[in-house]
């Protein structure tokens, strides 16, 4: 589950920087009569924004919560189906108590698939809040570094170069960014 997780965290990551990269918006034309365009390093920022590694320890931290809590809460049911599955395997049970047993097994079965569907469900419900969180942050300070410093146009340049055909180092404004995303404003 916790690659599935980084996947996800991952992929809605990307999906989020792919949104507000083809979101239309005004671009504005600087007094050269050219768009003002920069980079930032996605996978950098990435690493270095501090609500997302506040935000992925939460989650991380909600997991292993979970994990225990399923835990507590599978071991009697775990215990008792053991306990039937033994009597009904010792010789000395009836057809009909084997049939009982086996009755009882699959419902503490789904019982126990349904607790781990919800925890599941629960997680992922919360994977994508932090999404929704780290995105409204994005987007806020990168509107608001933008107009400050009269940038048009933001493009994340990624490991596999995604939105970007060229940059020059004179416009790659990760660092700035990254400064940004972290300040207390």
Excluded at 35 to 47: E, F, S
């Amino acid at each position: 589950m916790n690659n599935k997780l980084i996947l996800g965290v991952v992929g809605v990551w990307l999906l989020a920087l792919t949104y507000l990269q083809l979101a239309p918006s005004p671009v504005k034309i600087s007094d050269e009569g050219a768009a003002v365009i920069v980079y930032v390093h996605g996978d950098t920022l990435r690493q270095g924004m501090l609500l997302i590694q506040s935000l992925e320890a939460s989650l991380r931290k909600n997991m292993n919560d979970v994990d225990s809590i399923l835990k507590i809460q599978a071991a009697p049911l775990q215990q008792e189906a053991q306990e039937l599955i033994q009597y009904a395997n010792s010789g000395s049970a009836t057809e009909d108590e084997i049939g009982i047993a086996s009755t009882r097994v699959r419902e503490i079965e789904t019982v126990l698939d349904k607790l781990q569907y919800e925890a599941e469900q629960n997680l992922l419900f919360q994977e994508s809040t932090m999404q929704a969180t780290i995105a409204a942050h994005l987007t806020q300070t990168l509107k608001r570094f933008s107009e400050k410093n009269g940038i048009d146009v933001v493009f994340n340049w990624g490991l596999s170069g995604e939105g970007v055909l060229f940059g020059t180092e004179a416009r790659d404004v990760t660092k700035e960014v990254l400064e940004e995303l972290n300040s207390t404003n």
